[in-house]
């Protein structure tokens, strides 16, 4: 139900669309195949994504990370909306936190202006990596 709340905003005749795809799609509602039948990402996606932007080299990272989004069909922009809620709950530095932001703002707006997804996702690896750098620098 978790995820269907989240899902669905608030938005009781969203809930009921995701609620009846899936239970259609599926047979049984569970958080797995709520996200599934939306096309979200589910958080041990974006638990994984974080981990291969932040502890792996640049290929290595964006080569699973294309594999995942082929694999479940996610869009960058739904990798992007996730991984913004993250950055907030997460201690980085105020102005780590700040320069990541303002980079993920500008791969939002180029994804918005139609720029190739492939650019955007190795822009947003290097700028993971950059702030994996910087907080070890800060340390």
């Known amino acids: ?11 009781m005749r969203r809930a009921l669309n995701i609620l009846q795809s899936t239970t259609m799609a599926f047979g049984k509602v569970t958080e797995e195949n709520v996200y599934t039948c939306t096309g979200h990402p589910l958080k041990s996606d974006i638990a994984n994504i974080l981990d291969w932007m932040l502890n792996q080299d640049f290929s290595t990272a964006y080569r699973k990370i294309t594999e995942l989004k082929t694999l479940k069909g996610l869009a960058l922009q739904d990798i992007l909306t996730e991984i913004h809620l993250f950055v907030h709950r997460v201690d980085f530095p105020p102005s780590v936190r700040i320069q990541l932001l303002i980079k993920m703002a500008d791969i939002e707006y180029r994804l918005a202006a139609g720029t190739s997804e492939k650019i955007q996702l190795s822009s947003l690896i290097a700028a993971f990596q950059v702030t ?8």
């Open 132 to 139: 994996r750098d910087l907080i070890v620098a800060e340390a």
């Open 1 to 11: 139900m978790k995820a269907l709340v989240t899902l669905s905003s608030g938005d």
